[in-house]
């Protein structure tokens, strides 16, 4: 039995002819982002049907607790009214990666489980921070920051403001996948115990039950419930939640 | 079918997720925040409302309260000046009565006096002339000798007069 991990599909591939960019690849993991982004849509558009001021529905209910919990987050976490504007991206960011986790359960391979992804997001939030810090201290004083407390310190600073991203990136990624290698390989062990098990049935019944792998049915939903339930809500949280306290420290200066 | 690496950055994928993380963005603020903020702060305006509303309201109650309350002492104070200007009304018009009750009273009581006054002094006249005649009649029959009345009259008076004052 082969069991080989790959990485997303590509479906349809479009030739630019641009030296670095190289071509562009229509692949699973663009589709499953543009569906995730039509469930997300989709969403807000029926939980903001009929709103109203008065007798609200459950519907709206639970729109306006979305509202209010991003709201509440962000400004709690940068202590005020600040970043206000800063909420639907986080909102964004936040909804776009655990909607993207968690349409693995669905069967379709994770937008997060490619690296281009969230190396997508980490840059624009490490563009964020960057802003921000030059915001709060001019562009001298960034650059001066990087020689504290002494100039010694410089490359250092560097290098730990570029892994910044890099680690947020890989952190997220690296949970995701590790979903899908243990996923893949637990559908793949529970496939040849089940062959095995019902190969012990005597003659073509035997030979015709074993290719069925029944154990898959069940068993990996369990599992699930750690790898893509909890980690992919747990890494959606964390993301959010140190692109909210990068920004805000930054604008501290 | 042809796959990607597993570990990879391709830099259309990139760039498209750059993109479609702010489109997500613009969608969830369109369609999410936009229209939530609105009734949220449609409903926080009307609840300011409402509260402006209670309290305008509170207001207007205690002024006419006030304004009763002034309305309600100045008819006490109007009810107890036409009690008591009736009452005053009444004492002056009871004293009036009195009074010329009292006036007819002295007048009814002078005027029975002057009417005893003139009957004693009738009767006093009358006994008079009766004391005079019957004097006269004693004497003539003293001096045997009519007396001439009006000869006399003089002396019968007087004599009369000193009864009078003896009596």
């Known amino acids: 039995m082969n069991f080989d991990i790959s990485g997303a599909k590509i479906f349809f591939r479009i030739p ?36 109203k001021v008065e007798n609200i529905t459950k519907r709206q209910a639970v729109a306006e607790m979305i509202v209010e919990t ?17 909420i639907p991206f986080i909102a964004a960011l936040f909804g776009t990666s655990i909607v993207s986790n968690l349409i693995s359960l669905v069967g379709l391979r994770s937008p997060t489980a490619d690296l281009s992804t969230e190396a997508a997001w980490a840059i624009v939030v490490f563009i964020m921070i960057t802003a921000n810090k030059i915001k709060a201290s001019g562009f001298g004083g960034y650059l001066k920051g990087f020689t504290t407390p002494i100039f010694i310190m410089t490359p250092f600073n560097i290098l730990s403001e570029i892994a910044t991203p890099i680690s947020m990136a890989c ?58 339930w909890f980690s992919g809500a747990m890494q959606a949280f964390i993301f959010t939640m140190l692109t909210i306290m990068y920004i805000a420290n930054a604008a501290e200066g | 079918m042809e796959t990607q690496a597993l570990v990879t950055l391709v830099p259309w994928t990139f760039i498209a997720q750059i993109l479609n993380l702010f489109i997500q963005m613009y969608l969830i603020k369109r369609f999410l925040f936009k229209p939530i903020n ?52 009444a004492q002056a018009r009871a004293d009036e009565l009195v009074k010329s009750a009292q006036a007819q009273v002295a007048g009814i009581k002078a005027k029975a006096e002057a009417d005893i006054a003139q009957e004693r002094k009738k009767a006093i006249n009358e006994v008079k002339d009766e004391i005079g005649g019957l004097a006269m009649d004693i004497a003539g029959k003293v001096v045997e000798k009519e007396i001439h009345e009006d000869d006399h009259r003089k002396l019968i008076d007087e004599f009369i007069k000193n009864v009078g004052e003896a009596s």
């Open chain 1, 70 to 86: 991003a709201n509440n987050f962000v400004r709690n976490n940068t202590g005020g009214n600040k970043f206000d504007k800063l």
């Open chain 2, 38 to 89: 609105e009734v949220l702060e449609k409903r926080r305006a009307l609840a300011d409302k409402e509260i402006k509303d209670a309290r305008s309201a509170k207001e207007e109650a205690d002024g006419l309260k006030v304004q009763y309350e002034t309305s309600i002492a100045d008819a006490r104070e109007e009810a107890a000046a036409i009690v008591s200007s009736a009452q005053k009304e």
């Open chain 1, 16 to 51: 630019t002819g641009i030296p670095i960019l190289g071509d562009f690849l229509i692949s699973e993991t663009l589709v499953v982002s543009w569906i995730v982004m039509a469930i997300i849509t989709g969403l807000c558009i029926f939980l903001t049907r009929n709103l």
């Open chain 1, 171 to 228: 952190r997220h990624f690296g949970n995701i996948l590790s979903g899908v290698v243990i996923n893949g390989l637990i559908y793949a062990a529970l496939a040849v115990a089940s062959s095995a098990l019902l190969g012990l049935l005597p003659g073509a019944v035997g030979r015709v039950l074993s290719q069925v792998p029944i154990l898959d049915v069940g068993v990996p939903a369990i599992l699930s419930v750690y790898f893509d």
